[in-house]
Structures are given as C-alpha cells and as structure tokens.
C-alpha cells in the first residue's frame, strides 16, 4: 500500500480546520460529500473566533479529487461532525446541530443547546455526543417531528494526567 496525497484544499483568510466528516447526503441520493469544519482567527483560551464555517466538497475521481460545493457560516468553532440519517450532525460550540444539504448552503434542520463540543458517535436513531471533560449525553431525533430530546446525561469522573 503507497500513502499519496490526491488533492491538497488551501484555507483562506487565517482558517484552520477542526473537524470533517464524509456525509452521504440522502438529498443528493447517497452521494458522498465531504465536509470541514473551520474557523477563523481561532483563540484557544478563552476559545473564540471570528466566524466559523462548515465547508462543503463533493468527491470527483472516483474519489481521488474534490470539488468545492458551498461555505455555511457558523457562530462558533465546528469541533464534531457525524454522517447521521443521511444528514450531517455538528458539534458547534455548545450546540448539536443537524444540517441537510442545499443548493447553496447547508440547510439546519434541527438545532438543541447542550453542552457537548467534541466527540460524537451515532447508533441508528441516537446520538451519544461527549465532551472531553466528563460528559456523555444521549439525544434521540424525532426525523418527522424536527427536534432532538435529550434522554440522559452520564458523568464520569477521569483524572487527567501530563508528562
């Protein structure tokens, strides 16, 4: 197996990328795209930015290019994406997010404030996102009734140590 980079996607206006998930979008009938979540001129602490943004590329090339699609502005650093549904679920700062895709922008859907930022992973109708500090939450999607509720939130004690 031979590691080659395929396509390099430079960032402009002192963007840096956090996230990206590949999404088959059920609106475009599976097709895969790839999404990034940026920000611009991002602080870490006290974490801040000047706007984020979720960036969207479809795959040419049998994969081996991309093409970009369109640039969604977002209020916060996107630090999760997840392919969910069909539909793109996003970690945005304090809120968990689900966007469909559309012509020129990604289309939010559903929107619940919580406070997850970092990690997420999906069974079939749940979401399990976690932030890195001690929280893991459980949100079911009600796709036809347009929101997300919030079943549980599990807490765990971790020590964090450093070298």
């Given at each position: 197996?031979?590691?080659?980079?395929?396509?390099?996607?430079?960032?402009?206006?002192?963007?840096?990328?956090?996230?990206?998930?590949?999404v088959?979008?059920?609106?475009r009938?599976?097709?895969?795209?790839?999404?990034?979540?940026?920000?611009?001129?991002?602080?870490?602490?006290?974490?801040?930015?000047?706007?984020?943004?979720?960036?969207?590329?479809?795959?040419?090339?049998?994969?081996?290019?991309?093409?970009?699609?369109?640039?969604?502005?977002?209020?916060?650093?996107?630090?999760?994406?997840?392919?969910?549904?069909?539909?793109?679920?996003?970690?945005?700062?304090?809120?968990?997010?689900?966007?469909?895709?559309?012509?020129?922008?990604?289309?939010?859907?559903?929107?619940?404030?919580?406070?997850?930022?970092?990690?997420s992973?999906?069974?079939?109708?749940?979401?399990?996102?976690?932030?890195?500090?001690?929280?893991?939450?459980?949100?079911?999607?009600?796709?036809?009734?347009?929101?997300?509720?919030?079943?549980?939130?599990?807490?765990?004690?971790?020590?964090?140590?450093?070298?």
């Amino acid at each position: 197996m031979e590691s080659k980079t395929l396509s390099v996607v430079h960032l402009d206006d002192n963007e840096a990328a956090f996230s990206l998930a590949v999404v088959p979008f059920s609106a475009r009938g599976g097709e895969l795209h790839l999404v990034v979540g940026t920000a611009a001129d991002t602080l870490i602490s006290p974490r801040s930015c000047t706007s984020g943004y979720l960036r969207t590329y479809k795959f040419t090339d049998d994969g081996a290019g991309l093409e970009f699609q369109h640039k969604t502005e977002v209020d916060d650093v996107p630090l999760a994406l997840l392919a969910f549904q069909g539909r793109l679920v996003a970690g945005v700062g304090k809120a968990l997010r689900i966007y469909d895709i559309g012509k020129k922008k990604l289309l939010r859907k559903v929107e619940n404030k919580v406070i997850i930022d970092h990690q997420s992973d999906s069974s079939d109708l749940t979401v399990y996102p976690s932030d890195f500090h001690n929280c893991h939450c459980v949100f079911g999607h009600a796709r036809f009734a347009h929101h997300c509720r919030g079943y549980a939130r599990i807490y765990s004690v971790r020590s964090i140590q450093s070298a």
